[in-house]
């Protein structure tokens, strides 16, 4: 597939102030041309004009962030990176509708379906006569550059990414790990790892202990 290296151009929709639990975000609803969806960016801090920026480009995972499943850690990976980004007093969360690494929902229930008869994850999207990893990061590099972002320290395990938005004209000053592992390149030894982390993600993906403790008023929910 080829991969998009010139930026689009951008519109946004709508934006407001989005308090989370995890500090105060303004939010704006954009969409680039050639592209129906839209996409999220989360912006806490002002990044406009600054060097090394943190950001998430994130790829929507509706079963891994709203139901918790076990079979990505994408609800993980989200969690982590706006503490982070709150952590750091700026930063950026980009958003992008770009389900099943770009297959969008149906295929990627289909290969969960060929995954329940034993194909791994690649397997089974190639079984579909799909790629990979569909994802390309045009919106994203667009709405970096809307925002008037310097450089970048962008938080993946994805080399692919980095570059893809290298190639899209963003500076990458620094890649931060990501706490746990996720792209194509780990998912084999992602989804080792999700089997034997089994008891952790519950606890990654809880609501955290402060909102819980006071939720409750009480101790009776603390581990
Ligand atoms: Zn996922």
Redesign the pocket.
Known sequence: MERPTTIPPLAILAQATLPTRYGEFRTLVFTVEGDAREHLALIHGQPSGKERVVVRVHSE?I???VFG?L?????AQLDSAMREVVRRGTGIILYLRQE?RGIGLTNKIRAYALQDQGADTVDANRLLGLPDDARTYEAAAAMLHHLGVRSIELITNNPEKVRALEELGIQVAARIPSLVPVGTEARRYLEVKRDRMHHLIPEREAVPQSVAHGATGSDDNRP
Do not use: N, R, V
């Open positions: 995972c079963t891994g962030e499943s079979k990505c850690d994408c609800g099943g």
